[in-house]
């Protein structure tokens, strides 16, 4: 749901002359639709199909966190700038949701010439003797079933179904692809240059009324208690009228970007990121075993969330300079491929410093004057492997990033877009695959640096590939020769 184009530096060093950011800001404005009752936000397009606005809830942290990133240097984020603090745009319409399937495809599913397969596998790419694509195999069901390509097959399985399908399709490193018997279609790395942004969990608890009553002793001005009752109501509300509170998520929207990089002071390469649960709040519970923290560490958090509201930090590694790699162990279609994500594996340990100094920045900031004011406090939570460091020492810290690092879901680069020179290429500028004709890919696995966004920079593929193609096809359709 959140959306950000990302920043000018993080396209420019891809070093590709067809995709420099003054080049995609253009595909972005061509996308975006905004339609906030607020002023147009910096140069955000507003005649494309993908609605966004600002949800801009009245959530009581977003001040003093405001308050909290000033005591550090930081400023609302400006335009051109990639240091700051701010709301995100989200990509919603009239309170629903707003995905990218909602936004092109429903608006589509009638034609006769669009159709969707649920329930389908593709297992294999097939090729002609001169390495053109001539079809697919796919799985519907126990039924296996050929396609025939007679223009170009598109890939948008992601970054980790990408690198299965083509390795069973005979595209990938030679020596793998020879170990499980594959004949060789093409030498390419694909399912190298794997990345993922990387984050860490940090539990704070507060009170909420402490900061906005003169009596702090007051009994009933302690804590924001969850209430089944509000639950309810706030339910009925949504689905009868989409109002309340679910038409906002809260201070999740509220993010800080700042820099840990002694060498680019003005570049952005951590984001922190924010989520708030009341005191005995439902649902930290399903929070906790979602992302699957280790039972101890789950059940220490509940055990302070009974008393004391919590405030959840997420500093997140923004461009990672560590990289991994996934490939396939079986020529089962079903069967799983091996992910190596090597996190904190980089020659200079560039990650985890960079890391370090986002937690103890944050955890220093909160001992300042506005965190303060709510009796912000450093959660001791339990981490079995850390119990013997002394709590906030630099081994305890140093235990807790190692310990509580996790992936969100955004991983890229295992079919990686570069100059059609350069050995690491699998997808050259034009989105075609390498070494064959008559296959792109369109998706987040091409990126070859990490974004500090995905969902956005996927859209412009999507567009700029349509455009492609109805450039190709549509002056072929007029000349038989070319066709």
């Not at 184009?5 to 420099?20: I, P, S, T, V």
């Not at 064959?436 to 590939?465: H, M, P, W, Y």
Request: hydrophobic residues 35%; positive net charge.
């Amino acid at each position: 749901m959140h959306y950000h184009r990302g920043n000018a530096y993080d396209y420019d060093r891809w070093d590709l002359d067809e995709w420099k950011s003054s080049t995609i800001s253009k595909y972005f404005a061509n996308l975006e639709k905004y339609l906030g009752k607020t002023a147009t936000p910096f140069d955000v397009g507003t005649k494309g199909n993908m609605t966004l606005s600002y949800f801009k809830s009245d959530h009581f942290l977003r001040l003093p966190l405001s308050k909290m990133y000033k005591t550090a240097g930081y400023k609302p984020l400006a335009r051109g700038k990639s240091l700051g603090y701010r709301d995100l745009l989200v990509t919603s319409w009239k309170s629903i949701r707003m995905n990218m399937a909602r936004t092109f495809l429903t608006p589509i599913k009638e034609r006769t010439n669009f159709h969707v397969a649920l329930g389908t596998t593709a297992t294999k790419i097939l090729f002609t003797a001169d390495k053109r694509v001539r079809g697919v195999e796919i799985m519907i069901g126990k039924y296996k079933k050929f396609i025939k390509v007679r223009k170009e097959l598109i890939l948008t399985g992601g970054s980790i179904n990408n690198v299965k399908l083509l390795h069973m399709s005979g595209i990938g490193p030679k020596e793998l692809l020879e170990y499980n018997h594959i004949p060789v279609v093409a030498d390419l790395p694909v399912g190298k240059n794997f990345q993922m942004h990387l984050r860490v969990p940090i539990f704070v608890a507060i009170d909420k009324c402490c900061g906005q009553c003169l009596n702090c002793s007051t009994p009933d001005c302690q804590n924001d208690f969850f209430d089944f009752n509000e639950f309810y109501q706030n339910s009925w509300d949504y689905i009868m009228d989409k109002i309340g509170f679910f038409t906002h998520i809260g201070i999740n929207d509220f993010v800080a970007y700042i820099s840990t990089n002694q060498r680019r002071r003005d570049t952005a390469n951590i984001g922190v990121f924010h989520t708030y649960f009341k005191r005995n709040d439902f649902y930290l519970k399903s929070f906790l075993e979602k992302r699957r923290f280790h039972p101890a560490v789950a059940a220490s958090v509940l055990k302070y969330n009974k008393v004391r509201n919590i405030m959840l930090f997420y500093p997140t590694i923004l461009a990672p300079v560590s990289r991994g790699e996934v490939y396939i162990n079986s020529t089962h279609y079903l069967s799983q491929p091996v992910i190596k994500p090597n996190f904190y594996t980089d020659e200079n340990g560039i990650d985890f410093r960079s890391m370090y100094a986002a937690v103890t920045m944050i955890v220093s900031l909160t001992d300042s004057l506005a965190m303060q004011r709510y009796k912000a406090k450093f959660l001791n939570i339990d981490i079995p492997n850390c119990r013997n460091f002394k709590f906030c020492s630099e081994y305890y810290f140093r235990c807790m990033i190692v310990n509580l690092s996790s992936p969100p879901r955004s991983c890229c680069g295992t079919c990686k877009m570069g100059k059609p020179t350069e050995n690491e290429t699998v997808v050259t500028p034009k989105l075609s695959v390498k070494s064959v004709q008559g296959l792109r890919i369109a998706d987040q696995s091409i990126i070859a640096k990490l974004t500090n966004t995905r969902t956005a920079t996927e859209a412009v593929f999507g567009e700029r590939l349509g455009e492609q193609l109805m450039k190709k096809w549509s002056s072929n359709s007029k000349n038989p020769k070319k066709r």
